[in-house]
């Protein structure tokens, strides 16, 4: 999503505007960095719902998450997206013949690193179902879907974007979003619970 602004700030600014990933730490390195820039508008950053929870989280930061950086607007939103890895043959998810087969299922699932919002939903998706899942920290999305796709972990929860690249190519399935209704881009994804009558 930043590579895409980037290009239209790039045009708007009439100047070239990099676009620097800066991973780590919950998003908490580069929201260092940039705390540490100079305050001359020309350093942003783009972060999502985990700068806040990561923030809560760290108490060794080497800045003030509240009074050092400022929002400025909000880009997008949208809903989490469960995918698992895509069976070929049969067209359908494919979860390990290890997980059992009983009510409380134990699943391995990365969750994106302690304290990213895809932590937390799979926390209160563990607390709302009574389901035993190991989640597994990663340093990014990235590398967290390559073990679901490779099968080393079983399943993933995170942003619709960073699995839809890999879903219209085959490699995952999506199960199911975890917004209160269907997602007009994926109407055919059932909703993780139904919405209130």
């Known amino acids: ?60 930061l ?16 949208g809903p989490g997206c469960w995918s698992s890895r895509h069976c070929c043959r049969c067209n359908r998810s494919r979860i390990s013949s290890t997980t059992p087969r009983r009510t409380r299922a134990r699943l391995i699932t990365p969750p994106r690193g302690n304290g990213t919002v895809n932590h937390l939903w799979m926390e209160q998706f563990k607390s709302v179902t009574k389901t035993d899942i190991v989640q597994i920290p990663y340093k990014g999305a990235n590398p967290a879907i390559l073990d ?25 399935r999506a199960i199911a979003i975890t917004s209160p209704k269907r997602s007009a881009l994926v109407p055919e994804l059932r909703l993780l619970r139904k919405p209130p009558a």
Request: aromatic share 8%; proline share 4%; net charge positive.
């Open 62 to 77: 080497t800045f003030d998450p509240i009074n050092d950086l400022v929002g400025v607007t909000m880009v997008s939103k």
């Open 148 to 172: 679901v796709i490779s099968g080393r972990s079983q399943i993933f929860l995170g942003s619709l974007p960073s699995v839809w690249g890999k879903v219209k190519a085959g490699q995952l």
């Open 1 to 60: 999503m930043a590579r895409v602004m980037g290009r239209y700030l790039n045009e708007e600014f009439k100047q070239p505007v990099v676009v620097e990933n800066r991973p780590g730490a919950s998003t908490m390195l580069g929201a260092g960095y940039v705390a540490r820039a100079d305050a001359d508008g020309y350093v942003l950053m783009l972060t999502s719902m985990s700068y806040a929870t990561s923030a809560a989280i760290y108490s060794n």
